[in-house]
């Protein structure tokens, strides 16, 4: 069983660029979420995707933005990039068949922004 | 809506002694809850969850917590700290999402476990 895997690992970008972050699910998976972890502090909720739709959204603006492709696998774009954008970008894989929804993380995309 | 506290940002302990990392939630839902652990340059490890079968859990690694409704916590322990659990803890609640089917996490602020030899 192949786990959830990001890419790249890290990425430095300057303020007014865009990026693009990827995301493959794990196996059996189709629902992706994406969380922020800026450091010291813990994950918080950018969105989800289910079914190649946005499925909820947490308190991001709308420069963050997301696809989720017919394998699962997903893509967060988030555009005119500010100095606050530096974080640990987490991708987390989960089954809707599992009652309880547990989420598997991926080792993470950390985003430097200069 | 739902939040998470975790008490201690930081937790000093010996090797061989116990750990205690606290953690109190608020849910409008009956809550499923989770600890996970983040190794540096690691992803995130689900440790234990619970999901409203029995109050006490046990997880990998000789964690367990205990889910506690009338006092909203849900804190881990583990009776013997061992060097290879220095890291950071969050305690996690999950919720429906408001738009649809499926849940999103929310993470408390974490706590790190320093273990001294």
């Known amino acids: 069983e192949t786990g959830v895997t990001q890419s790249p690992t890290h990425l430095i970008k300057t303020r007014g660029q865009q990026v693009t972050l990827r995301c493959s699910s794990q196996?059996?998976?189709?629902?992706v979420s994406w969380y922020q972890q800026a450091l010291g502090q813990g994950p918080q909720f950018i969105f989800q995707?289910?079914?190649?739709?946005?499925?909820g959204r947490g308190n991001f603006p709308p420069r963050f933005s997301g696809l989720q492709f017919p394998n699962y696998s997903s893509e967060l774009n988030v555009n005119a990039l500010e100095l606050d954008d530096s974080a640990l970008y987490l991708c987390?894989?989960?089954?809707?068949?599992?009652?309880?929804?547990?989420?598997?993380f991926g080792p993470g995309t950390r985003l430097t922004v200069l | 809506a739902q939040s998470v506290t975790q008490l201690d940002s930081h937790v000093s302990v010996s090797e061989g002694t116990p750990v205690l990392l606290r953690c109190n939630y608020s849910?409008?839902?009956?809550?499923?809850l989770f600890w996970y652990v983040q190794h540096p340059n690691k992803g995130l490890q689900l440790l234990l969850k619970?999901?409203?079968?029995?109050?006490l859990v046990k997880g990998i690694n000789g964690f367990e917590a205990e889910f506690k409704k009338s006092e909203t916590s849900f804190h881990l322990t583990k009776p013997s700290a061992h060097m290879s659990d220095a890291a950071e803890y969050f305690c996690?609640?999950?919720?429906?999402?408001?738009?649809?089917?499926?849940?999103?996490?929310?993470f408390g602020g974490g706590t790190r476990v320093l273990v001294k030899p």
């Open positions: 995707y289910y079914r190649e739709e946005e499925n």
């Open positions: 987390a894989s989960s089954s809707r068949v599992s009652s309880y929804n547990e989420q598997f």
């Open positions: 849910s409008s839902y009956s809550p499923s």
């Open positions: 196996s059996g998976h189709n629902t």
């Open positions: 996690v609640v999950s919720a429906p999402l408001d738009e649809a089917a499926g849940n999103k996490l929310t």
């Open positions: 619970y999901t409203s079968a029995a109050t």
